[in-house]
């Protein structure tokens, strides 16, 4: 039998519904159960109990290189009007050597909250990063 090891972070692609879909950083891809806490007057232990409560979804951060004319992230965040907004359903594939899914994040109903432009620096002697912080309804994974 062959060794297995961990999947490297590096490999992967992102779709989400705009012209581009080359990211250098996924982060956020975090999913949590709140925890209600609840307690009876009559109970005899001097503690609480606690039940599953709310799911949670932490808001999704992705980064890509600056593209000279590529303003999808200024355009997407610019179909914010009052309490409407173009939402878009993003999926994140971690892949194999052989450029194949092998875990995939299914994000539903997202839309923009942050767009980060890059830190400008002089003596600096890297690419410059933007980024766009979104938020969603739902986080599913994927992983055969």
Known sequence: M??????????????WGGTRIGFSEVTGLTQE???IEYRDGSFPEYSSIKMPGLRK???????????????EFFRWLSTIKLNQVERRDVVVS??????????????QNAFPVKVEGPA??????????ESIEIAH??????ND
Do not use: C
């Open 2 to 15: 062959p060794q297995q090891y961990p999947l490297p972070a590096f490999h992967f692609t992102v779709q």
């Open 33 to 35: 159960n709140q925890v």
């Open 57 to 71: 979804f932490s808001n999704v951060t992705l980064k890509r290189g600056v593209i000279k004319a590529d303003n």
């Open 94 to 107: 971690l892949l194999n050597e052989n450029h194949e899914p092998v875990m995939t994040w299914k994000i």
């Open 120 to 129: 400008l620096k002089a003596s600096g002697n890297e690419v410059a990063i």
């Open 137 to 142: 309804e739902g986080l599913e994974l994927q």
